[in-house]
């Protein structure tokens, strides 16, 4: 079946350092979401990329969608202690309802 | 305001005992979802539904059920067939198509 996973599992950064985590599906996907979960929250909806090669800025983050629509990646750049938490990807196929969420990458950042 | 209610917050169950999750919406979506996440890990969908009266099987239903009945409501039922319920479940909630999903804010389910 369809799998996504992400790189890295963990990441620990100093505050004003970047970050990015990878997102790899097994199979093409028709789109692709991004959330973030606070430590003890739920996760909240951040951005969706429909187009192969798609490139969307959110302030500090930058979203990719790549070529072939089979890995996506999220960058942030000078992270802040507000970055914390852990950054799903969420993957779906042409054809079906779900989404199938990534296994995520937890950040910390160091003040 | 519009949002997603999951009650309640943190439920304690005895081993063979049928529980039943609350989630409610009031943001008129059409599409309802429940995951279950274990410590440090994704998300796993249980159940989700496209329309009332209608429901379909995630990868993870066994020991599970819901009811759709109504639009603002989606229900799940851990049943004692669950060997392992102890997690964190999430409702969420999306309109038709493809849009980001809503979550609540999640019940904490632990098995004494």
């Known amino acids: 079946g369809q799998q996504v996973m992400q790189i890295p599992q963990y990441q620990h950064v100093q505050e004003g350092e970047d970050f990015t985590t990878y997102c790899n599906s097994s199979?093409?996907?028709?789109?692709i979401q991004w959330y973030k979960q606070r430590p003890g929250g739920h996760p909240v909806f951040l951005i969706q990329?429909?187009?192969?090669?798609e490139v969307k800025k959110q302030k500090r983050l930058t979203f990719q969608f790549g070529e072939a629509k089979k890995n996506s990646s999220l960058h942030i750049t000078a992270t802040q202690t507000t970055d914390v938490g852990t950054y799903f990807c969420?993957?779906?196929?042409?054809?079906?309802?779900?989404?199938?969420f990534g296994t995520g990458t937890r950040l910390k950042v160091l003040a | 305001d519009g949002g997603i209610t999951q009650s309640p917050k943190y439920l304690f169950r005895k081993e063979g005992q049928n529980v039943t999750l609350s989630c409610e919406q009031n943001?008129?979506?059409?599409?309802m979802y429940w995951y279950r996440q274990d410590p440090g890990q994704g998300l796993r969908l249980i159940y989700y539904?496209?329309?009332?009266?209608?429901?379909q099987k995630g990868d993870i239903a066994e020991g599970y059920s819901v009811s759709r009945e109504k639009k603002e409501s989606f229900p799940l039922t851990v049943t004692s067939a669950q060997k392992n319920p102890t997690a964190f479940y999430l409702c969420?909630?999306?309109?038709?198509?493809?849009?980001?999903?809503?979550f609540g804010s999640g019940t904490r389910l632990t098995v004494v």
């Open positions: 199979t093409t996907l028709s789109n």
């Open positions: 943001l008129n979506h059409d599409a």
């Open positions: 969420a909630s999306s309109p038709t198509g493809d849009y980001g999903y809503t």
């Open positions: 990329l429909v187009k192969s090669g």
């Open positions: 539904s496209q329309i009332v009266n209608d429901f």
């Open positions: 969420a993957g779906k196929t042409s054809g079906t309802y779900k989404y199938i």
